[in-house]
C-alpha cells in the first residue's frame, strides 16, 4: 500500500475518559491516548497530533513516538477535535 493513504488510527477510546474520570472519581480532568496507524496499519512514528478544546479554544500538540503512539493527559473535560499530520500523508480530523 501507498503511504500517501489517509490516516487510521486506533484510539483507546480516551475521548470519553475525561468525563468518565470526571464522574467516576470527582476530578476535571482526563486523558486521550492511542496509536497512529497508516494504511498498511504500520505505526506512524514522528506524526504531530493536536487536540483542541470545542469551548475553550485551547489547543495542544505532542509528537507520536516510535511505536506511533501519542498520550495527552490533563485536558478539561469536555469535547474535542483531533488532527494527526505528516508530510507526504493526507491530514486527519476528527471530532
Same mark, same amino acid.
Given at each position: ?5 489517509? %490516516?487510521?488510527?486506533?484510539?483507546? *477510546?480516551?475521548? *470519553?475518559?475525561? =468525563? /468518565?474520570? $470526571?464522574?467516576?472519581?470527582? /476530578?476535571?480532568?482526563?486523558? *486521550?491516548?492511542?496509536?497512529?496507524? @497508516?494504511? =498498511?496499519k504500520s505505526v506512524v512514528p514522528g506524526a504531530?497530533?493536536?487536540? &483542541? +478544546? ?10 507520536? @513516538?516510535? &511505536?506511533?503512539?501519542?498520550? %495527552?493527559?490533563n485536558l478539561i473535560a469536555g469535547r474535542y477535535? $483531533? !488532527?494527526?499530520? *505528516?508530510? +507526504?500523508? !493526507?491530514?486527519?480530523?476528527? &471530532?
Open positions: 500500500m501507498r503511504r500517501q493513504q489517509v %490516516f487510521v488510527w486506533a484510539v483507546a *477510546l480516551g475521548l *470519553l475518559c475525561a =468525563s /468518565t474520570a $470526571m464522574a467516576a472519581a470527582q /476530578t476535571l480532568t482526563g486523558q *486521550l491516548g492511542g496509536t497512529v496507524i @497508516d494504511g =498498511s504531530t497530533v493536536t487536540v &483542541k +478544546n470545542e469551548a475553550t479554544a485551547t489547543t495542544v500538540t505532542t509528537i507520536t @513516538d516510535d &511505536k506511533g503512539a501519542y498520550l %495527552f493527559t477535535e $483531533m !488532527k494527526v499530520t *505528516l508530510a +507526504n500523508f !493526507k491530514t486527519y480530523e476528527a &471530532k
